[in-house]
């Protein structure tokens, strides 16, 4: 079992896995998200190389639009 914080909370997840995976299984859109991981802010095309472990800290951040 894998532990992981993500937006402050703690998560289990059975085994690590890349972190797009983690998006799909948690119905969240890559293209409408900003993703800091470990301190560090992701680009996009860097998610797919990422693969979460335990105590791996990850805080996703939801784009709203407006005016």
Same mark, same amino acid.
């Given at each position: ?5 993500? +937006?402050g909370?703690?998560?289990e997840? #059975?085994?690590?896995? $890349?972190? @797009? ?12 998200i900003?993703i800091?991981? +470990? ?5 996009? #095309?860097?998610?797919? $190389?990422? @693969? ?9 951040v ?6």
């Amino acid at each position: 079992m894998i532990s992981l914080t993500v +937006n402050g909370k703690t998560r289990e997840i #059975e085994d690590s896995m $890349k972190l @797009t995976q983690f998006l799909e299984i948690n119905h969240i859109e890559p293209r409408l998200i900003a993703i800091e991981y +470990n301190g560090q802010i992701l680009r996009r #095309e860097e998610y797919d $190389k990422v @693969t979460l472990k335990d105590r791996d800290k990850v805080e996703i951040v939801h784009m709203v639009g407006g005016g």
